[in-house]
């Protein structure tokens, strides 16, 4: 698909505006959360949630937006997706998957006071562990290997390892200080795993200047447990959805073949 420079009530940036948009955006982060996927044509809204009346544009837009065909939404606020469904219910399907934000509220302990067993070890983990960690995903069918493979090769992300090598569990960092992906193999649970690799990657993340965030399924208490014994607090829920035309809702990959 072209990319066009401009469509009916929106235009691509110029290089030269993106300080003073950046500075915009930055009074509403963490609004709008954009890592990305590779499945389908991907997209995300941002828009200040005191100012939704503005998503009338979006509408309307059919020229940057192809409604035809099948769109990936990434995280979007709750509130975005709300009225983006009250228009879109007429063009055709919304599959969507939901979560809350919390993020990091106050000081965390240093990793210095973290303990370990000797059996196990913490390492960083390499593209090469992609595969069997997306395997396991729980939500592999809107998330490429891809995305693994890049995060893992540009930002720190680690697993707990048994002494016979085996990866028992593992913590993903994606962008702008979001951790996500923290699994622990069945035979393996029960052990604080969980807790030392939320601990550990926590620490990871502030050292390197971010404000650490997950995003949580709602029916996961669990989850919701150890990210407050941390200090993380609830901000807003998120959206990721799957738009499919009516058009093209014969195929169970969002994508289809148009009818005639």
């Given at each position: 698909m072209d990319v066009l420079p401009e469509?009916?009530?929106?235009?691509?940036?110029?290089?030269?505006?993106?300080?003073?948009?950046?500075?915009?955006?930055?009074?509403?982060?963490?609004?709008?959360?954009?890592?990305?996927?590779?499945?389908?044509?991907?997209?995300?809204?941002?828009?200040?949630?005191?100012?939704?009346?503005?998503?009338?544009?979006?509408?309307?837009?059919?020229?940057?937006?192809?409604?035809?065909?099948?769109?990936?939404?990434?995280?979007?606020?709750?509130?975005?997706?709300?009225?983006?469904?009250?228009?879109?219910?007429?063009?055709?399907?919304?599959?969507?998957?939901?979560?809350?934000?919390?993020?990091?509220?106050?000081?965390?302990?240093?990793?210095?006071?973290?303990?370990?067993?000797?059996?196990?070890?913490?390492?960083?983990?390499?593209?090469?562990?992609?595969?069997?960690?997306?395997?396991?995903?729980?939500?592999?069918h809107m998330e490429s290997i891809e995305?693994?493979?890049?995060?893992?090769?540009?930002?720190?992300?680690?697993?707990?390892?048994?002494?016979?090598?085996?990866?028992?569990?593992?913590?993903?960092?994606?962008?702008?200080?979001?951790?996500?992906?923290?699994?622990?193999?069945?035979?393996?649970?029960?052990?604080?795993?969980?807790?030392?690799?939320?601990?550990?990657?926590?620490?990871?993340?502030?050292?390197?200047?971010?404000?650490?965030?997950?995003?949580?399924?709602?029916?996961?208490?669990?989850?919701?447990?150890?990210?407050?014994?941390?200090?993380?607090?609830?901000?807003?829920?998120?959206?990721?959805?799957?738009?499919?035309?009516?058009?093209?809702?014969?195929?169970?990959?969002?994508?289809?073949?148009?009818?005639?």
């Amino acid at each position: 698909m072209d990319v066009l420079p401009e469509g009916k009530n929106f235009r691509l940036a110029q290089e030269e505006e993106l300080p003073a948009i950046l500075d915009f955006l930055e009074k509403y982060l963490p609004d709008s959360i954009k890592p990305h996927g590779k499945l389908y044509e991907s997209f995300n809204v941002f828009c200040p949630c005191d100012q939704l009346e503005h998503l009338e544009l979006l509408q309307t837009e059919d020229m940057l937006l192809e409604w035809n065909e099948p769109m990936y939404l990434n995280f979007t606020h709750s509130l975005i997706m709300d009225r983006i469904e009250e228009f879109y219910s007429g063009k055709g399907t919304i599959e969507k998957v939901c979560g809350e934000v919390f993020a990091l509220n106050g000081i965390k302990s240093a990793d210095s006071d973290l303990e370990f067993s000797k059996d196990f070890e913490i390492m960083q983990l390499t593209p090469e562990h992609a595969q069997i960690i997306h395997d396991l995903y729980p939500a592999n069918h809107m998330e490429s290997i891809e995305v693994f493979e890049k995060l893992f090769k540009n930002l720190p992300s680690y697993g707990i390892f048994s002494s016979s090598g085996e990866l028992a569990a593992w913590m993903v960092q994606s962008y702008y200080g979001a951790m996500f992906s923290m699994q622990t193999r069945p035979e393996y649970r029960r052990k604080g795993y969980g807790m030392y690799l939320a601990k550990y990657l926590t620490d990871v993340v502030m050292k390197r200047g971010y404000l650490p965030f997950v995003i949580i399924r709602p029916e996961n208490d669990a989850s919701k447990s150890l990210y407050s014994k941390l200090g993380f607090k609830k901000n807003f829920e998120t959206v990721r959805a799957i738009l499919r035309p009516h058009v093209m809702d014969n195929d169970a990959q969002g994508g289809g073949t148009s009818s005639p």
